[in-house]
């Protein structure tokens, strides 16, 4: 099931460099939040300490608390393992394994996660995650055919698949349209709105029309200048955001007028 998450007072560095600072940020279960604002501001950064994949980073570490369903991700005796396979995530660039089939792909997660699984099994895991991912229909004659031979809207909901096969509770999504057509992105959002039935989603994304079609909230994330770390200025229900906005620099980004 679907988890809310509860940021707070994080404070995101890499080194000695504060990249975000001060958030504080709740994330409704079976909901969209989106995530907006210019390049810099840290929201992939946010984005990636929420399923601990920012420590990965030598020298990054996070100060603050993100807890899921009250349980701090960043307490002392929770494994960062288990988070990230709690806590799924979707690149901007799709990235399946190139050599891999397209089933393998799906199982990729799960085989990480050294989780036996039986043939038969692992077939109809491979079935159901392509149909949550709104791609069965277009491959499921060539299952044994390498993930690279897809288009590029196909290779992300095949990124998209190999993420819920784990089944996750939470979808984190880096801009997981930016390198697609205007079909296939039409794809990834409808997926998306099915989606939010079953996980908590977080998006970024640069594409405002795509922040107010697919989110029930939307986070404006901006930064004072160079070098300075990036804030959450307000987060509100997106119709709110996009049509009176409480701060001023939200205004300024989303009508365009943000130099
Ligand atoms: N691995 C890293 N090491 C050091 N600094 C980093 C690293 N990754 C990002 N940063 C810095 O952290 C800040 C936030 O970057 P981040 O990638 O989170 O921004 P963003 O909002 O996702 O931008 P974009 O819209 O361009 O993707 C930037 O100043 C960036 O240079
Ligand atoms: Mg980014």
Same mark, same amino acid.
């Given at each position: 099931?679907?988890?809310?998450?509860?940021?707070?007072?994080?404070?995101?560095?890499?080194?000695? +460099?504060?990249?975000?600072?001060?958030? %504080?940020?709740?994330?409704?279960?079976?909901?969209?939040?989106?995530?907006?604002? !210019?390049? /810099?501001?840290?929201?992939?950064?946010?984005? *990636?300490?929420?399923?601990?994949?920012?420590?990965?980073?030598?020298?990054? *570490?996070?100060?603050?608390?993100?807890?899921?369903?009250?349980?701090?991700?960043?307490?002392?005796?929770?494994?960062?393992?288990?988070?990230?396979?709690?806590?799924?995530?979707? +690149?901007?660039?799709?990235?399946?394994? !190139?050599?891999?089939?397209?089933?393998?792909?799906?199982?990729?997660?799960?085989? #990480?996660?050294?989780?036996?699984?039986?043939?038969?099994?692992?077939?109809?895991?491979?079935?159901?995650?392509?149909?949550?991912?709104?791609?069965?229909?277009?491959?499921?004659?060539?299952?044994?055919?390498?993930?690279?031979? #897809?288009?590029?809207?196909?290779?992300?909901?095949?990124?998209?698949?190999?993420?819920?096969?784990?089944?996750?509770?939470?979808?984190?999504?880096?801009?997981?349209?930016?390198? #697609?057509?205007?079909?296939? %992105?039409?794809?990834?959002?409808?997926?998306?709105?099915?989606?939010?039935?079953?996980?908590?989603?977080?998006?970024?994304?640069?594409?405002?029309?795509?922040?107010?079609?697919?989110?029930?909230?939307?986070?404006? +994330?901006?930064?004072?200048?160079?070098?300075?770390? /990036?804030?959450?200025?307000?987060?509100?229900?997106?119709?709110?955001?996009?049509?009176?906005? %409480?701060?001023?620099? %939200?205004?300024?980004?989303?009508?365009?007028? +943000?130099?």
């Amino acid at each position: 099931m679907a988890q809310r998450i509860d940021a707070k007072d994080l404070n995101i560095y890499y080194g000695s +460099f504060l990249a975000v600072s001060d958030v %504080t940020m709740s994330i409704d279960p079976q909901s969209v939040t989106a995530l907006i604002g !210019p390049s /810099g501001c840290g929201k992939s950064t946010f984005l *990636r300490s929420l399923n601990r994949m920012h420590e990965v980073i030598p020298g990054a *570490r996070v100060e603050g608390t993100v807890a899921m369903d009250g349980v701090d991700l960043y307490g002392a005796d929770v494994d960062p393992v288990a988070v990230r396979r709690q806590v799924g995530m979707v +690149f901007q660039r799709p990235n399946p394994f !190139p050599t891999m089939s397209i089933a393998e792909n799906v199982l990729a997660g799960v085989r #990480l996660n050294n989780k036996r699984i039986s043939k038969g099994d692992a077939q109809d895991l491979v079935e159901q995650s392509l149909r949550h991912a709104n791609l069965w229909n277009e491959v499921k004659d060539r299952l044994a055919k390498p993930g690279s031979g #897809l288009s590029g809207g196909q290779q992300q909901r095949l990124c998209i698949a190999r993420a819920i096969a784990v089944k996750p509770q939470v979808l984190l999504m880096d801009e997981p349209c930016s390198a #697609l057509d205007p079909i296939s %992105t039409l794809a990834i959002e409808d997926l998306i709105a099915q989606l939010k039935s079953e996980y908590t989603i977080v998006i970024v994304t640069h594409n405002m029309q795509q922040a107010a079609r697919v989110s029930d909230r939307t986070g404006f +994330f901006n930064l004072a200048g160079v070098g300075q770390p /990036g804030r959450l200025v307000e987060i509100d229900a997106t119709s709110t955001i996009f049509s009176s906005p %409480t701060q001023q620099a %939200t205004e300024d980004y989303i009508s365009g007028r +943000f130099g």
